[in-house]
């Protein structure tokens, strides 16, 4: 087998075909939560905190001399961080609940019964007759 045709039947697999989907639509997704992240809820945490940007918030060590940069400690950088991971994180978990809980409405949908077959409906008869 060639490895151009081996490679073929690799990439058209469809395993791969769906993962290249699956890391297309995260990564839309991922663009829709930091926007949602840093366009909305940030600002009304900031709003709830008294208005503080965290961002803003750093320790230098080393002030700025002969033309080099002050060197600083960014910790407040590091904390929006972790608020932007936790709300991302809750919303993925937002996401997946719903996802299951549709899942198992549609587990949960009554199916009706199969329909017997004829060698079913005449041993059923048999059974009737034979308690009579």
Not at 45 to 67: C, N, P, R, S
Request: glycine content about 6%.
């Amino acid at each position: 087998m060639s490895i151009v045709k081996e490679f073929r039947e690799f990439a058209v697999r469809g395993n791969v075909v769906d993962l290249a989907v699956g890391v297309v639509i995260g990564a839309a997704f991922g663009k829709i939560v930091s926007s949602l992240v840093a366009d909305l809820i940030t600002p009304l945490i900031g709003m709830l905190v008294g208005g503080i940007d965290f961002t803003d918030m750093i320790i230098t060590l080393k002030a700025a001399a002969d033309g080099k940069a002050a060197l600083v400690l960014s910790y407040g950088k590091f904390i929006q961080t972790i608020f932007d991971f936790v709300i991302i994180a809750f919303a993925i978990f937002v996401v997946v609940k719903l996802i299951n809980r549709l899942k198992r409405q549609e587990a949960a949908a009554p199916t009706a019964p199969p329909v017997p077959s004829a060698e079913e409906k005449l041993l059923t008869e048999i059974r009737d007759l034979l308690k009579k």
